[in-house]
Each structure stands twice: as C-alpha cells, then as structure tokens.
C-alpha cells in the first residue's frame, strides 16, 4: 500500500473515531450530578429522606428555588402530605442526582408535578455555561424516565419553564417549552402550561407576578398557581387551602 493510500485510511479511520465518539456523547444534562451551589444542599437533601420516610406522602413537588419557596406558605398543602423537593439552584442533573440517591425511596404518591430548568438557562456564578435547549429538554425527559420507572402508579404533571424577563434565557425557555408536549402521554404524564397566566397580551413576562429579580415569584405569582394545583389535587382527593396566600373563604 503506498505512501497515499495510507494517508487516506488513516484519516478515515480517524474520521470514524471522531463520529463514534460524538455520536456516544451525552449532554451533562442527562449526568446525574450533586449540587454544589449551596452549602446547606446535602443537609437539606438528607432532610428531605428522613420527611419522606418519616411520613406519608401523597403529593410530590420536584423543582428549584422556586418550588423550594412553597415553604414560605406551609398552611398551602397542609391536608396533601406534600413532599417538596425542590432545591435552590438545582438543574436537571441535580434532581437525577437526588432521585439516584434515594430521594423517591419508599414512597408512592398519587401526584407528582415537575418545574425544572431555568437554571440549566443561565450562568449562575459562573460555575458552568448555560445549556442548550435540547439538551435541557433531554435532562427532563430523563427524568420523567425516572419518575415513571420508580413511581409507576403516580401520575406526573410538568409545567412549562415559566416565563423570564426578555432575552436569550427567556428564548431559551420558550425553545425548551415548545419540546414539553412531547412528554404527555395522555395517561400518567401530562404537560401543563400555565405562562398565560404570567404574561402580557404581547407575550411578555408580567411584572406583577415575580419579585424584584424577575425569576421568583411573589405572593399574587404563587397565589395563582396553588388555584391551579388546587384543581390538580383535588381531582386526586388532596385538599389544598389558599387562605395563607390571601384568600379568606
């Protein structure tokens, strides 16, 4: 074989290398991974299997900071038994993370609902780049994958990412909605969006919703979505009261 061909085999080969290993690649979305933002979060998660062993759960929230900050209104889900999972700066891999390490073990709640993602959108402290909208939907349908493979007589609800101030996160986040129908199968996952309820006729974000840093939600924001899951828990048997978000009968 001469000195040509060799050349040309040798870039072929290297040619196949490259695409093998490409195509094998997976987005750390998928990687389950724990927390390192915060340095309560391995306290919190340890709270958090002693309250699911300790107590019976039928209802289950998985989320961030936001979900977390249910916990602000505790009379909310008071006749539930709630299971709030939800952790300040948590991504995708950290709740593969948690549900690897035993963060479902030895419950079966009739409702589970899921809100994850806005902090895979954005560079928080600069610990890690934000990530693509494909692959921060692939991080939610893994673990969908998980939570039907480990709660199989649960029903789960994912909400869209809920709506940001304008720019490439919110862009993101729209990108990262428009793939979440493909999750609901009509009989134990349903998607649920709920951003008309927090935008403008034009689309935007609505201020009045969210607190200063236009992430978080405030009071009027959380109101509005417990007379949703209100309707969701009910339809399981859960009672949900609103009295410690404003409402008095």
Same mark, same amino acid.
């Given at each position: 074989?001469?000195?040509?061909?060799?050349?040309?085999?040798?870039?072929?080969?290297?040619?196949?290398?490259?695409?093998?290993?490409?195509?094998?690649?997976?987005?750390?979305?998928?990687?389950?991974?724990?927390?390192?933002?915060?340095?309560?979060?391995?306290?919190?998660?340890?709270?958090?299997?002693?309250?699911?062993?300790?107590?019976?759960?039928?209802?289950?929230?998985?989320?961030?900071?936001?979900?977390?900050?249910?916990?602000?209104?505790?009379?909310?889900?008071?006749?539930?038994? =709630?299971?709030?999972?939800? %952790?300040?700066?948590?991504?995708?891999? /950290?709740?593969?993370?948690?549900? &690897? @390490? #035993?963060?479902? !073990?030895?419950?079966?709640?009739?409702?589970?609902?899921?809100?994850?993602?806005?902090?895979?959108?954005?560079?928080?402290?600069?610990?890690?780049?934000?990530?693509?909208?494909?692959?921060?939907?692939?991080?939610?349908?893994?673990?969908?994958?998980?939570?039907?493979?480990?709660?199989?007589?649960?029903?789960?609800?994912?909400?869209?990412?809920?709506?940001?101030?304008?720019?490439?996160?919110?862009?993101?986040?729209?990108?990262?909605?428009?793939?979440?129908?493909? =999750?609901?199968?009509?009989? %134990?996952?349903?998607?649920?969006?709920? /951003?008309?309820?927090?935008?403008? &006729? @034009? #689309?935007?974000? !609505?201020?009045?919703?969210?607190?200063?840093?236009?992430?978080?939600?405030?009071?009027?924001?959380?109101?509005?979505?417990?007379?949703?899951?209100?309707?969701?828990?009910?339809?399981?048997?859960?009672?949900?009261?609103?009295?410690?978000?404003?409402?008095?009968?």
């Amino acid at each position: 074989m001469n000195t040509k061909n060799l050349i040309l085999l040798a870039a072929l080969f290297l040619s196949i290398s490259i695409f093998s290993g490409a195509f094998g690649e997976q987005p750390s979305t998928v990687i389950p991974m724990p927390s390192n933002l915060k340095k309560f979060m391995p306290k919190l998660h340890q709270e958090k299997l002693r309250e699911a062993k300790n107590n019976k759960v039928d209802f289950v929230m998985i989320g961030d900071s936001i979900t977390h900050s249910w916990s602000k209104y505790p009379g909310t889900f008071k006749g539930s038994n =709630l299971l709030n999972l939800g %952790f300040p700066g948590d991504r995708t891999q /950290n709740v593969l993370w948690r549900i &690897e @390490n #035993g963060a479902l !073990d030895g419950i079966s709640p009739k409702l589970v609902t899921l809100m994850i993602g806005t902090n895979n959108m954005h560079d928080t402290k600069k610990a890690y780049p934000a990530d693509k909208p494909d692959d921060i939907f692939a991080g939610i349908q893994a673990i969908v994958a998980e939570l039907r493979t480990r709660l199989p007589n649960s029903k789960v609800v994912v909400f869209s990412v809920f709506p940001r101030k304008e720019g490439s996160e919110n862009d993101r986040a729209k990108a990262v909605n428009a793939m979440l129908p493909q =999750l609901d199968d009509g009989k %134990f996952v349903f998607h649920l969006d709920l /951003n008309h309820f927090f935008s403008k &006729e @034009n #689309g935007q974000q !609505d201020k009045i919703f969210y607190n200063k840093d236009l992430l978080h939600f405030n009071e009027q924001g959380y109101f509005v979505w417990a007379k949703v899951l209100k309707t969701l828990l009910e339809k399981h048997g859960l009672s949900v009261s609103l009295h410690d978000l404003g409402e008095k009968n």
